[in-house]
């Protein structure tokens, strides 16, 4: 699967930050983790944290998957505004599901502080009506927001225009979101892993593996053996191949970045700005005053 360019900002940026082996021996963990991106970085830390033997492996270099093409964008808003979660999965799960996202902003934060080079930034999230035909929906989705206690603002077309400059009908303006560099956080996490314990192995892909009454059995392309108690898949998009039933449909997606600009103010505290339209456009700024945009073609 192609999942990018050859020439990712992140990867321009920082470029290799920390190198690592491949397996070279048969093994044997509690945990093993495909997937060395943002993903298997974060539940690596948790892992050894909690005192698990772990290891991580990764058929390319650590980060170099989509994390290395991330436009990380840190909001708790999923893909299906609150509304529309409440009618397929009801109030209880679908308001757990919004609020469960709010914390792990707080809490990625307080990973983050141990690595300035992560970057992670509070910033507010602006999401626009894209036609005015969404006004209404959106309305009812701010309205229901505020009743569980989240803090956002309406912002009709006369505030848009005051912040940031452009014109549409309506949005909706969130103080709880951030920005983080996730290469960056992602290299920081395994390499104070490995100072834990955790053994990370890029460059080894896996051939295949079968699950039995004691674990899971992993055979690497080189014939190597990994025996682990537990498997943890954080592929990103290639984990659909182990998934029996199709979730999802892969469409092309696009991440692009500007030169650097001249100011660190290009529009109202540099918020996160997406859309109500799907696909939708969304856009940040980086630490050396760049547009970063992503969205789908």
């Given amino acids: 699967m192609d999942l990018r360019s050859e020439y990712p900002f992140w990867l ?29 970085a974060l539940a690596a830390w948790h892992l050894c944290n909690a005192g698990f033997k772990t290891v991580v492996v990764d058929k390319r270099h650590v980060g170099m998957g989509s994390t290395a093409a991330s436009t990380a964008l840190l909001q708790y808003e999923i893909d299906v505004p609150l509304r529309e979660l409440i009618a397929k999965r009801g109030e209880k799960d679908a308001v757990r599901s919004y609020l469960l996202c709010l914390k792990a902003i707080d809490d990625l934060e307080n990973i983050c502080g141990k690595w300035p080079e992560a970057g992670f930034t509070r910033r507010p999230s602006l999401q626009y009506a894209s036609y005015k035909k969404d006004v209404a929906a959106l309305k009812q989705e701010y309205i229901l927001r505020k009743q569980y206690g989240i803090d956002l603002q309406w912002l009709d077309k006369n505030a848009i225009n005051d912040k940031f400059g452009f014109e549409k009908d309506a949005a909706l303006l969130s103080r709880n979101a951030a920005e983080v560099k996730a290469y960056s956080l992602t290299h920081a996490l395994l390499h104070r892993c490995r100072q834990l314990g955790v053994e990370v192995y890029d460059h080894t892909a896996i051939r295949h593996f079968e699950e039995n009454r004691a674990g899971v059995n992993l055979v690497t392309e080189e014939g190597k053996k990994i025996k682990a108690r537990k498997l943890i898949i954080a592929c990103g998009y290639e984990s659909a191949q182990y998934i029996p039933q199709k979730v999802q449909t892969l469409h092309s997606t696009y991440a692009i970045v500007s030169e650097a600009g001249n100011t660190n103010h290009l529009w109202h ?29």
Wanted: hydrophobic share 35%; glycine share 12%; no cysteine.
């Fill in 12 to 40: 321009l940026d920082k470029g290799i930050i920390h190198s690592y082996p491949s397996l070279q021996n048969d093994i044997r963990t509690d945990v093993v983790i495909m997937g060395a991106g943002i993903s298997g």
């Fill in 269 to 297: 505290r540099n918020a996160l700005i997406w859309e109500t339209a799907r696909p939708y456009l969304y856009l940040r700024t980086t630490g050396d005053n760049r547009m970063l945009v992503g969205g789908r073609r």
